[in-house]
């Protein structure tokens, strides 16, 4: 197993446009998911890896509701609740091993700007992105990607490629065989007869769906850092991947785990009923 860094960054900084019925009342990352906040389930997912530390990058726009969310997962907050509702002790290993953060973005408003944010708090050059909005209920999606991942080397998350998922997802043109590919070109969220077109070309098994988890190397930081000095709009994050890999090496490792997108409006409603763990 590679080495794994011991930082966790957690993109949530979005104002949930795509679920704008609700998402000014609630950030989408709190929305259940199989009956918790799917925000807890990206934690769970970092501290199965083993980080350390775990920065939560939020819009400012909700910033009161962090603030009662950061004493939640202050040390000591979850014995305090069950002795206040009388329920019986448990361990919660989540706030024991790992230390959770909260900053508010800063700076124009896109992705990228959540990773820097996160990095520079973080103040380390490898670190692991994780976008809250992307839950993978196992918790194994982070853990999935560091186990292949090289210490040196940029690495992404992407599940198998279809038409239908292309609409939502960059899809990442691949080379190599076998679950680990690297990543040639990408294309962000293609319609239908532009995805079909890329199946026709490259074949849907040299296509990935690209996920909400990344490895930052400090190579790969530096770059985003000088693209987003430098251009008059700040690009999305996958797209400067995609220029990334033009000139280094960007591994794709392919996830077969169901991810759920909670920016998409039927996603979020399937999946907030109570049901037990996998």
């Not at 679920?19 to 929305?31: D, H």
């Not at 996160?118 to 560091?146: I, W």
């Not at 239908?164 to 679950?179: K, M, S, Y």
């Amino acid at each position: 197993m590679n080495e794994r860094p011991t930082a966790v960054v957690i993109a949530a900084g979005g104002l949930g446009t795509r679920v704008a019925g609700w998402s000014p009342f609630l950030p989408k990352e709190f929305r259940p998911v199989h009956g918790r906040p799917g925000l807890l389930h990206v934690l769970e997912e970092a501290a199965r890896l083993g980080a350390e530390r775990a920065v939560i990058v939020h819009h400012p726009y909700y910033a009161p509701l962090i603030d009662w969310t950061r004493q939640v997962f202050a040390p000591g907050a979850q014995a305090r609740y069950r002795q206040l509702a009388h329920q019986p002790a448990g361990h919660h290993p989540l706030t024991e091993r790992m230390q959770v953060e909260f900053i508010a973005q800063h700076g124009p408003y896109a992705d990228i700007t959540s990773a820097l944010n996160g990095a520079e708090h973080l103040n380390t050059g490898d670190v692991c992105l994780a976008f809250a909005d992307n839950v993978d209920p196992t918790h194994t999606a982070l853990s999935a990607l560091m186990t292949t991942a090289s210490p040196d080397t940029a690495a992404v998350l992407a599940g198998p490629f279809t038409v239908q998922g292309a609409r939502t997802h960059g899809v990442i043109i691949c080379t190599g065989t076998g679950p680990e590919r690297t990543m040639a070109g990408l294309v962000e969220k293609p319609n239908a007869d532009h995805a079909a077109r890329l199946a026709a070309e490259h074949g849907t098994d040299g296509l990935r769906l690209l996920q909400g988890r990344v490895r930052l190397t400090p190579q790969l930081l530096d770059y985003l850092t000088t693209t987003s000095d430098q251009a008059p709009a700040e690009p999305k994050l996958s797209l400067a991947l995609a220029a990334y890999a033009r000139h280094h090496r960007v591994r794709v490792t392919t996830n077969l785990e169901a991810m759920i997108d909670l920016g998409t409006p039927d996603a979020v409603e399937m999946h907030t009923a109570s049901r037990p763990e996998p």
